[in-house]
Every structure is written in structure tokens, then in C-alpha cells.
């Protein structure tokens, strides 16, 4: 198989990124509506999408998105072969926050595969241990102590900043975690401090930080490839019960669509990572991020609701060529 270099879309110019290989001996003439790109290094080659030129002006257009919001908009769909088939801003840099807890689990669940701890074994903590926003934990002050499944299953439904600061130094504390995450094909993601220095989102730090592409390059290995059926099936339902992105990913799914999400928030930025599912079957990872918005925190979960309806129609007018 033969990668050329990147093409660009040009009614979407720096807007939204398909990417795919050209094929050197392809099995049939495919129509080439689209010229199509590819995506260097996070992902192995991925399968070929088409767009007919006529079905992107009704797709809405992530720039006026972020323009709306006055911040900066990061949007990554991965499907389940690891073909990125959007992007935008997708290499740029936003603030972790909350969303470090989806590999966080990600890495408890592998770890206990690989047998370097049970997931039945608990965890004490006192009262310093416990942060303002932990309410599963809280909950189980008097007992002062939570497994490590209780406690992954917390960091990823309700986003407890405890619990995920009790499991870290299982994993090696954010080092860990970050080589965790290299070992998985990511070298771009990285989390160096704990809950809540963590969400500080200070301008131009690289510390405690990801991009769109990454993320959810990230995510499609874990759950489609590298994790056991058994944890990456845990791992789905941790995702799908959570309760913190009923307004963000989720609502703006299509009808006959679901999602299970980790979602994000520092205060200065809104982010929301999700498992989406067609009505097919097929499951794709969604990362979108913001950063500094001018709007509300209302309007801000709004844009990411409307920023996943795009990527969706988008995916719905998108066709596979079958030169797999």
C-alpha cells in the first residue's frame, strides 16, 4: 500500500481534514468526488472515505462554531480501524482537564489484566484526601477505603477528583499515566500534575495537555484494539453511564444514535471525548475540545452539541470506497 502526502479539501480549506490512503493497484475505478488525505502518525493507515462535493454545504461549519463562542474549537471522529475521517484545529493543543480519567480507567482496567494489581483491592484515605468536588468518595468517608474498580468506576461516571487522585499512584502517579499512554501510540498527550492543579489551563503550558487528534487516537486503540474484550466492555459501560455530557456529544446525536462520554471542564475550557454508535453497530471516538470561550457555560456546551451534529452529518455523507 502506498500513502501519498496530505491533500486538502478546497471548499474546506484548513476546516476539515478526510484522511485515507491512495491505493497503488486499486480493486476498482472508485469516483473521486474529494481528494482525500491522510493522517502521519497517530493512527495506522486507515480505510478510504468519499464526499461528494454537492453534500458538504449542508454540513454546518466548525469555523463559524468557534467564532460564536469566541474561544477556540478542537474537533477529532476516529472510526474503529483508526481512520481519522475529520479534524479541525485537531493538532492543536487544549487543556486535559477531566478527560485524563477515560485512559486513567483505561490503564486501572489493563493493569489488572496484566495481573500487576486486582481490581477488588482497596485503597485507604483519610479526610486530606478528600477534594471538594468528590462526591463517591465522600460518600464513602466513614468506611476509608474504595477498591480500585469503585474507584475508576467514580473517576469516569461522576468525574470524582478524589478518586482518580487515589488510583494515579497505582499507575506510577501523571508520569505513569503519561508513559501508560505512550506505550499506546500516543506521544502527544500528557499529564503532569494531579486534581485540581491539574485544570490551571494556563496560557502556552504544555503541562496537563492533549490534542483533539491524539485523544481520540488514543481512545479508538484502547477500547478497539488493545484492551481485553472483557475490560474494554467495562470500560464502555463506565462511559455510558456517566452523567456529566447529557448536554454536550449526546445532544447533538442523531436520531437512532447513542454515546457513553468523559467530559471536561476548567473553568477556562469545556471538553467532551465520546464512544459514539451508529444505529448500525459501528462505534467511533469524538473528541472535542474548547478553549476560552466568550459565552456562557450554557452556550458553551450548547457549541459542543452543535459541533457533534456536524461531525455526524458529515459522517453520514461520508462513504467508504471499499479500496480498504
Known sequence: MIVRGPLRIAALTAILCLTAPTLAAPK??????????????????????????????????????????????????????????????????????????????????????????????????????ILDYAPVVKKNKKRGRMSMAELAQAAVEVSDNSAANLLLPMLGGPEGLTAFMRAHGDSVTRLDRNEPALNENAPGDPRDTTTPAAMAGLMGRLLFRDMQGKSADTLRGWLNASSTGDKRIKAGLPEGWTSGSKTGTCGTAYNDVALVKAPSGEEFILAIYLDRPTVDAKAAEAAIAQAAQAALDFLAKAQKSGLD
Open 28 to 129: 476498482k475505478k472508485a469516483p473521486e468526488p474529494v481528494p482525500t488525505g491522510r493522517l502521519d502518525s497517530l493512527m495506522p493507515p486507515p480505510p478510504r472515505y468519499l464526499v461528494p462535493q454537492s453534500a458538504l454545504a449542508s454540513v454546518r461549519n466548525p469555523k463559524t462554531i468557534e467564532e460564536e463562542t469566541g474561544g477556540r474549537l478542537g474537533i477529532a471522529l476516529v472510526d474503529s480501524k483508526g481512520a481519522l475521517i475529520l479534524g479541525f484545529n485537531r493538532d492543536e493543543r487544549f487543556a486535559l482537564c477531566s478527560t485524563f480519567k477515560a485512559p486513567l480507567a483505561a490503564a486501572v482496567l489493563i493493569g489488572a489484566e496484566g495481573g500487576k494489581f486486582g481490581l477488588e483491592g482497596e485503597i485507604p484515605f483519610g479526610k486530606d484526601d
